[in-house]
């Protein structure tokens, strides 16, 4: 159970920690809020409950049982009333068996699909399923019917369904025209945020039909069956929800990862991506480990987070992609640019994992994103394959000649820092950092602490949790601390950036709030080397 405080900037002196921050223009001060939460640092219980600090330092014999406790790690040790959801989420994945045709194991299906902590629906106006993350037709028809039914009793409505809950599960329902997308939760995710979700859901479909395709065959049959034109995608459906259901903070700050390099090889390779550019080229892009290294894209014409979101699950996770080898040539709509039509990709993987000697081309079988360099070429042509392909040879020959490609190798195998190595001695965890200029984002290893699947997702609703405190509707919050049996954890939102970090329960306000600010004080020198300025433009 959480025990929620938050302090909205303030005057008052009594019971607050202040901090000042960084950068003037950033908030001024970072005011943390004051928590009455048993913690096993003495000098912290005289404080919640007197109001005043004592004088006197913790003493060894505490600094010593703090040391020990902070060795243990909550998110990989589960209580029991964590059992239930680590053997739920151990099995989320798992594909529902086939319905038998005498129906011997239905209910034995209806209690699998019940146990799933997550689901997602489509379906059309008129009730026709569509898709299900979870289950056949025999098993979510009774589920397609209630939900339908549920929204048509709202359609007259003046202001239409959009949620509800039912025992501990939160539905979130999205109409898109002829589409209703609903989304099923049992994690901490707020309707805000699993609307996102389904916006990416919608966007997905989008890359494959594209609107006006997909309105014309609503409007001349509202019946229309859509599961025949979205045949073959469904494993881009499904890894794409499986993403959000995992825990992706790319959905979840809605901004993208980049690859950290130095700012003079990063200039390289930008200058190489843009003197090798093709004449029909619109958007050329380099991803390595599953990050961003360099963009070139027409002046007024930025990629929108959402359609780099679906090019990288396309990419990393569909199975057609992956097993077609060395290179691809790929029809797709990028709705966040334009829904109305289809573009053409030309995508070319390289493996990364020897080091020196030259790049080579990827064979069928992926040996895993982070140790793949992936080429990405979009065109308006669609018969520009051998151009772009052309344009490939080039680029790659010159990444390999000027140093650029081995840059590029060597920054993937380094991988992320992890949070010491950012803040020596820090309290901290993990943490996520937003540029809300740049909408990129940056973060620590997962190890040693959130590596296995499940502390993953434990951290993820934690930050779901800070998240949703700072954006919900009519929130003014600058600061918001969480205080929690597993974690201590800060929000911090600024015009310029938002700040989520993750603590040891037994770390005291003062360290997480100090570490919270070397942070941001890492960021900005390296700035230039998380993120993409600018990039290269046309």
């Not at 040790?77 to 053997?87: A, I, P, R, T």
């Not at 930008?270 to 380099?286: A, C, E, M, P």
């Not at 065109?379 to 790659?396: C, H, I, T």
């Not at 993953?456 to 930050?463: E, F, Q, T, V």
Request: proline share 4%; net charge neutral.
């Amino acid at each position: 159970m959480y025990i929620l405080e938050v302090l909205e900037m303030s005057s008052e002196p009594n019971l607050q920690v202040p901090l000042t921050a960084p950068d003037p223009d950033a908030g001024a001060l970072l005011t943390l809020a004051t928590f009455y939460a048993t913690t096993l640092d003495a000098r912290g219980d005289v404080e919640s409950l007197l109001g005043q600090v004592s004088a006197d330092p913790v003493s060894p014999a505490w600094r010593m049982l703090n040391a020990q406790l902070d060795n243990s790690n909550p998110f990989e040790n589960s209580s029991l009333e964590d059992e239930k959801f680590d053997v739920e989420f151990h099995h989320e994945f798992d594909e529902l068996e086939e319905f038998r045709s005498d129906g011997s194991n239905e209910e034995f299906l209806v209690n699998q699909f019940k146990s799933k902590l997550k689901h997602f629906l489509i379906l059309s106006s008129a009730g026709k399923p569509i898709w299900s993350r979870h289950g056949d037709d025999q098993v979510i028809s009774n589920y397609i019917g209630i939900i339908q039914t549920i929204i048509s009793f709202y359609q007259g409505a003046s202001d239409g369904l959009k949620g509800f809950t039912a025992a501990d599960s939160r539905f979130v329902v999205m109409s898109k025209g002829p589409l209703n997308l609903v989304a099923i939760s049992r994690l901490q995710e707020s309707d805000a945020q699993l609307r996102t979700q389904l916006e990416a859901l919608y966007m997905q479909i989008l890359s494959t039909l594209t609107l006006p395709n997909m309105q014309r065959m609503f409007s001349s049959r509202p019946s229309t069956d859509l599961r025949r034109p979205l045949q073959g995608t469904e494993i881009l459906l499904s890894a794409l929800v499986d993403g959000f259901t995992r825990g992706s903070p790319s959905t979840l700050l809605s901004a993208l990862e980049c690859l950290k390099l130095r700012k003079s090889h990063r200039q390289l390779v930008n200058d190489t991506l843009s003197k090798s550019r093709s004449q029909s080229l619109l958007y050329g892009l380099i991803v390595a480990g599953g990050r961003l290294v360099s963009v070139v894209r027409p002046k007024k014409h930025s990629l929108h987070p959402g359609d780099l979101q679906l090019i990288f699950n396309m990419l990393f996770e569909a199975d057609s992609v992956k097993t077609g080898g060395g290179e691809n040539w790929i029809p797709l709509c990028l709705p966040g640019f334009n829904n109305t039509g289809y573009l053409y990709m030309y995508v070319s993987f390289l493996s990364v994992s020897g080091s020196g000697g030259k790049a080579t081309e990827r064979p069928g079988a992926s040996t895993g994103k982070e140790n793949e360099v992936a080429i990405l070429l979009i065109s308006a042509n669609k018969e520009g394959f051998f151009e772009l392909r052309q344009m490939r040879d080039e680029l790659v020959e010159q990444l390999e000649k000027n140093g650029s490609m081995e840059a590029i190798k060597a920054a993937v195998r380094k991988g992320r820092p992890s949070s010491s190595d950012i803040v020596p001695g820090t309290v901290l965890r993990h943490f996520l950092y937003k540029s809300r200029s740049n909408v990129q984002f940056t973060m620590p290893s997962l190890g040693p602490h959130f590596s296995t699947l499940i502390a993953k997702r434990k951290l993820m609703s934690l930050y779901h949790v800070l998240h949703d405190s700072v954006h919900m509707k009519n929130a003014h919050l600058k600061v918001h601390h969480c205080v929690s049996r597993d974690a201590i954890s800060l929000a911090w939102v600024t015009p310029l950036f938002e700040l989520y970090c993750v603590a040891s329960p037994h770390a005291t306000r003062d360290a997480l709030a100090q570490s919270a600010n070397k942070i941001v004080q890492w960021v900005r020198r390296e700035e230039e080397r998380v993120f993409i300025i600018g990039g290269a433009v046309f």
